[in-house]
């Protein structure tokens, strides 16, 4: 699987942004996709999962109520919508793949995950 993850950019707090990882190599819709992210000098956060089919879709605590994880089985996507960004939100954001449905307290970590695309920065000014 090879995942191209883009949509990031330069955002005033308050912004939103809608990241996108395109999958290639497979049929990604029943596997579990998650997006991580690595703020400067920092270690690596898992900020949401869409688990495989029919699982439920965990998010950070900092990502609830601002940040929605989907997919469109379609376009073999996943999007990250992130509203009412922070700036401490910013930093590269990865998605990342593995194969078949996580369990919830897998989906979260990152050493669960076989696949990764490149990263897509965030910058969100104050």
């Known amino acids: 699987v090879q995942l191209q993850a883009s949509g990031g950019g330069l955002v005033q707090a308050g912004g939103s942004l809608r990241l996108s990882c395109a999958a290639s190599?497979?049929?990604?819709?029943?596997?579990?996709v998650a997006w991580f992210r690595r703020a400067l000098g920092e270690e690596r956060e898992f900020v949401a999962a869409?688990?495989?089919?029919?699982?439920?879709?965990p998010y950070a605590n900092f990502a609830k109520g601002r940040f929605t994880i989907s997919r469109d089985n379609a376009k073999n996507m996943v999007y990250l919508q992130m509203n009412n960004l922070k700036p401490e939100d910013t930093g590269a954001y990865y998605c990342a793949a593995q194969f078949g449905r996580l369990i919830t307290s897998s989906a979260t970590v990152a050493s669960s995950y076989d696949f990764w695309g490149q990263g897509t920065l965030v910058t969100v000014s104050s």
């Open positions: 869409v688990r495989g089919a029919g699982g439920s879709s």
């Open positions: 190599g497979r049929t990604i819709s029943t596997d579990t």
